[in-house]
């Protein structure tokens, strides 16, 4: 069964900094597109940062120039630097993958991670 599973997220000051990682499980042909999505209470969940499979990033404008989604291939992995937090950045953090298996492409969900940024 393949999984995502999420790292890193916790409770830090705002101006801070973590770093969100999220690894893939299981037997699979290839990783497309990978990306990061968040969900406050009582709001939608919302794309944060994407790359593909071939290293192109898009960022939420809430987000450009304090997060960056890289990913390491061989290790099967997502990260997400997020600087220069802010109390609006408290949210669950979801890892999303496009994957590739033996018959068919098909997309997995993490189990989210909380990230919670105090004034």
């Known amino acids: 069964q393949v999984q995502l599973v999420e790292s890193g997220g916790g409770l830090v000051q705002a101006g801070g900094s973590l770093r969100l990682s999220c690894v893939v499980s299981?037997?699979?042909?290839?990783?497309?597109?990978m990306g990061w999505y968040r969900q406050a209470p009582g709001k939608q969940r919302e794309l944060v940062a994407a790359i593909s499979s071939g290293g192109s990033t898009n960022y939420a404008d809430s987000v450009k120039g304090r997060f960056t989604i890289s990913r390491d291939n061989a290790k099967k992995q997502v990260y997400l630097q997020m600087n220069s937090l802010k109390p609006e950045d408290t949210a669950v953090y979801y890892c999303n993958a496009d994957l590739s298996g033996i018959f068919r492409n098909f997309e997995v969900w993490g189990q989210g991670t909380l990230v919670t940024v105090s004034s």
């Open positions: 299981g037997s699979i042909v290839s990783i497309n597109a």
